[in-house]
């Protein structure tokens, strides 16, 4: 077999869409009903008072529906649904609060969507002040906010940046107008050097792009072209992900031409011609799918071996804790994994009848712990030192490494390297990571590729 024909079968027989992105493990498919308000509350209790926490916020809302959004996000016809969500917002995080030891020392923020920004500016900088009313915001706290560059208007940006906010992530996904139509998001390269350009006046100089490969009727130059004209406005670090059409689960993705798709061959050359052009522009590529300048805080994080992965992607963030907030918010407590009701009506519901939201979540395990671990590291380091990992969690790597049978076939395939326990995922290999990954997965179906 040539070594083109190898490379599309190995491509054919990994690049698995159901694969979990393993941004945490057990991942939400795994999450039971049997975890609620009261195991929330018990959680929140526990958490130790002094060791700081990450905050996350949910936006539920958007001035438009973009066809290949996973999040769940709703169209904000009126100004009523945001207040409405505001009243129920500010009530949860007085819940949370009052089930904290103290007040809890806070190091990073992060409002994702939806849209954050279709808060009012008043009411952004209202909000930022009541957290910092229940938490202890350290001196050096990050606040980060995703942005749609087509509705920020000076007067947010002005109170982004008086409000504190130091990092901004701007979807872009494709400047590609054939693409933009495909998908019912249109966004000029001009849009978006605005937007960039107001919000470094404001002083929030730290910048995020995110760009999307596998969309419809995506090709390798568009998608290198998109990557080119986002490295002209040097943006401080660039996520690159893969498209997931699953029209089953996300029913605007219906709206999606399946015929205009590339096949899983064409996905990963269009997330290698990217690859090519972020780093040869002076950035490092970060794991998966994340791109960043030598001196931005994922690439040191990653020199130091301390790059995380949390529900967000890849972090610099070292919170154990993370507490979230919002519809459909995760958050990552010391017992386990908690998420609330996606659906803001019954999430607002419960805060009104002054309880926690909670609706499912997940009681780690030791062994869930362990497997976490391992497939952090792979997923952040594309290598991890099972031997090493087993024995800071108690556990025996000859019986763990033997349970992972996927291993053997990977080995096999030559897309990873193992001796003496340490996996190693060839850098040529890194767009099947998630392949690899799964081979520690212990709630994953078995079923054979």
């Not at 969500?85 to 089930?99: D, K, P, Q």
């Not at 990963?268 to 791109?291: C, K, W």
């Not at 805080?297 to 990653?302: R, V």
Request: glycine letters at 6%; proline letters at 5%; charged letters at 20%.
């Amino acid at each position: 077999m040539g070594s083109q024909a190898l490379h599309t079968t190995l491509l054919n027989k990994y690049c698995d869409a159901r694969l979990p992105w393993y941004t945490i493990y057990p991942t939400v498919p795994d999450f039971s009903t049997t975890i609620g308000a009261r195991t929330c509350q018990t959680w929140l209790n526990r958490l130790p008072p002094d060791e700081p926490v990450s905050l996350y916020l949910h936006v539920p809302f958007c001035r438009s529906i973009c066809w290949y959004c996973g999040f769940p996000t709703s169209l904000a016809r009126g100004e009523r649904p945001i207040r409405n969500y505001l009243t129920s917002l500010r009530e949860e995080i007085r819940l949370v609060a009052e089930r904290l030891p103290r007040a809890l020392p806070v190091n990073d923020v992060h409002f994702g969507g939806g849209t954050p920004t279709t808060i009012s500016a008043v009411d952004f900088q209202a909000l930022i002040e009541l957290l910092r009313r229940y938490f202890a915001f350290s001196t050096s706290a990050s606040i980060a906010i995703e942005i749609d560059p087509r509705a920020l208007t000076t007067e947010m940006a002005q109170s982004l940046g008086a409000a504190g906010v130091s990092r901004a992530s701007i979807g872009v996904q494709s400047f590609d107008p054939k693409v933009q139509r495909a998908v019912n998001r249109f966004q000029s390269e001009t849009q978006t050097a605005s937007a960039v350009e107001s919000l470094r006046l404001q002083g929030i100089s730290r910048i995020n792009f995110d760009l999307l490969f596998g969309l419809p009727h995506q090709t390798v130059q568009s998608c290198v072209n998109s990557a080119r004209t986002a490295v002209a406005m040097r943006p401080d670090r660039l996520a690159v992900f893969g498209y997931a059409h699953v029209p089953s689960y996300m029913k605007r993705q219906r709206q999606i031409d399946e015929t205009a798709l590339p096949d899983n061959v064409a996905r990963v050359e269009q997330a290698a011609a990217m690859a090519n052009t972020l780093v040869s522009a002076g950035y490092r590529q970060i794991g998966l799918d994340h791109f960043a300048l030598p001196d931005d805080e994922l690439t040191l994080a990653q020199e130091a071996g301390r790059l995380r992965r949390n529900s967000l992607g890849y972090s610099a963030d070292t919170c154990k804790t993370v507490i979230g907030l919002g519809p459909s918010a995760i958050g990552r407590l010391g017992d386990g994994y908690v998420q609330n009701a996606a659906d803001t009506a019954t999430y607002s519901r419960h805060i009104g009848a002054g309880r926690l939201a909670t609706s499912k979540g997940c009681c780690l395990t030791e062994e869930d712990r362990l497997r976490a671990a391992i497939i952090e590291r792979l997923m952040c380091d594309l290598e991890a030192d099972v031997p090493a990992l087993c024995a800071a969690h108690g556990f025996d790597p000859i019986g763990f490494l033997d349970s992972a049978d996927r291993l053997e076939m990977l080995t096999e395939d030559g897309i990873v390297e193992i001796q003496d326990g340490f996996i190693r995922v060839k850098h040529e290999h890194r767009f099947v990571v998630r392949a690899v990954a799964a081979a520690f997965d212990a709630h994953l179906d078995r079923t054979p590729y």
